[in-house]
């Protein structure tokens, strides 16, 4: 069966270090993948899209690696802050191009 | 920046009661999805649309019918509330090429 994984444990880490959150799938071949933030109450708000032929794109802090033999997308925000701390989502294309969300990590930043 | 507008933050309905869920966006996007979002199950796909008066059933269409008679509106509507679409409910637009979504603010319905 079709499934995307996130790690629904809270990922707790100190200020200034770099956060790493996975998404594994299986039994997809998504042209593209894409990672959202979502603070409590808030709706989800798009961060990066990565392509299949693309194995890593950067944005500020934020790195998305993106592995199509693995099936795997790595997140990683570096130099932490209190501020990054939301929910991260994972999201595919899935079938008829419909986008297809993980059920989030929880990323909790700590002075 | 894509503004998407939902037209109500926190609604209490009634089992029984027909409820609309009301979604504005302000840039001229063909695609438009309703999701709803639950602990532990994530975001899922109730309708989407690819344009005007058009219409798609998501993963969970069930006790769900939408409404698209404006490019800019998107309409959810429940014909008789029950308790397990107490949700948070969420409406997104979609810039074509790439599908990334712009989200609203959300809904919070409740039935009881």
């Known amino acids: 069966s079709q499934k995307i994984e996130q790690n629904s444990e809270a990922l707790n880490i100190q200020e200034g270090k770099t956060a790493t959150l996975t998404c594994n799938y299986t039994?997809?071949?998504?042209?593209?993948l894409q990672w959202y933030r979502q603070d409590p109450g808030r709706g989800p708000v798009f961060l990066l899209l990565i392509r299949e032929n693309e194995k890593e794109k950067r944005k500020e802090r934020l790195k998305v690696t993106f592995d199509t033999t693995l099936k795997q997308s790595l997140f990683h925000i570096t130099a932490s802050q209190p501020a990054d701390s939301a929910t991260y989502l994972c999201a595919l294309q899935g079938a008829a191009d419909k986008l297809i969300f993980g059920t989030g990590t929880r990323l909790q930043v700590f002075p | 920046d894509v503004k998407v507008t939902q037209s109500s933050r926190y609604l209490v309905k009634r089992t029984g009661e027909k409820v609309f869920l009301e979604c504005v966006q302000d840039m001229d996007h063909e695609n438009m999805f309703w999701y709803r979002q639950d602990p532990g199950l994530g975001l899922r796909l109730i309708y989407f649309?690819?344009?005007?008066?058009?219409?798609e059933k998501g993963d969970i269409p069930e006790g769900y019918s939408v409404s698209r008679e404006k490019k800019e509106r998107f309409s959810l509507i429940l014909e008789s509330a029950s308790t397990n679409q107490t949700s948070m409910y969420l409406c997104?637009?979609?810039?074509?090429?790439?599908?990334?979504?712009?989200f609203g603010e959300g809904s919070r319905l409740t039935v009881l």
């Open positions: 997104a637009a979609a810039i074509l090429n790439t599908g990334e979504l712009f």
């Open positions: 039994n997809y071949s998504p042209a593209y």
């Open positions: 649309s690819y344009d005007v008066k058009m219409k």
